[in-house]
């Protein structure tokens, strides 16, 4: 059981919590895809919960490494950015007849955010050390963008957003925010 505190160790505490994060993230995806909203809302903010426990074991056992960095972002990228798109997608545009012009922007919407997560999280990467934490994000976080889009899901559901135009528009806008120059403090 040494190997769980020996930082070189995939298999390390905090690593195995990354891969509990993982599983919720696909978890979520299987009841996003079976539109059952519930338990998908429950492992996503499972995942957000594994997330931020990774994080302080990693810091308080020294288990920081570069594979643990990679995973994490690569846990992130499933729970806080296609998590988060899938909940859109399935909630909102689902079955919902999208006409011919109305195609792209919709692909747009979509892609502009994957993409705009995916790059945040790649340059997160390249300009964090492992174990190292600043003082502030450059750009809102994908945890936070989730929780961005999780409010924007809750406003469709509870018809606080009257049309699934602007649940889109505003995607666009927190996918903008990933990877704007603005401050946010790190917790």
Sequence with gaps: ????????????LANIVTFLNITCGILAI???THQEFFGAALYAWCAGAFDILDGKIARKYQLSTEFG???DS???FLSFVIVPVMFIYFGVIDGKEIHFLNTSYVAFAFIHYVISG??????FNID???GKVSKYFTGVPTPMGAILLWLIYLGWVYELIPNENIVLFLM???GYLLNSKIKI???
Excluded: C, E, G
């Excluded at 059981?1 to 390390?12: A, E, Q």
């Excluded at 995916?118 to 340059?123: D, K, P, S, T």
């Design 1 to 12: 059981m040494s190997f769980l505190f020996t930082p070189k160790h995939h298999f390390n």
């Design 30 to 32: 299987y009841f996003l």
């Design 69 to 71: 960095v990679q995973l």
């Design 74 to 76: 690569f846990a992130d």
């Design 118 to 123: 995916l790059r945040r999280l790649v340059q």
């Design 128 to 130: 964090n050390d492992a």
């Design 172 to 174: 666009i806008i927190v």
């Design 185 to 187: 403090p790190h917790p």
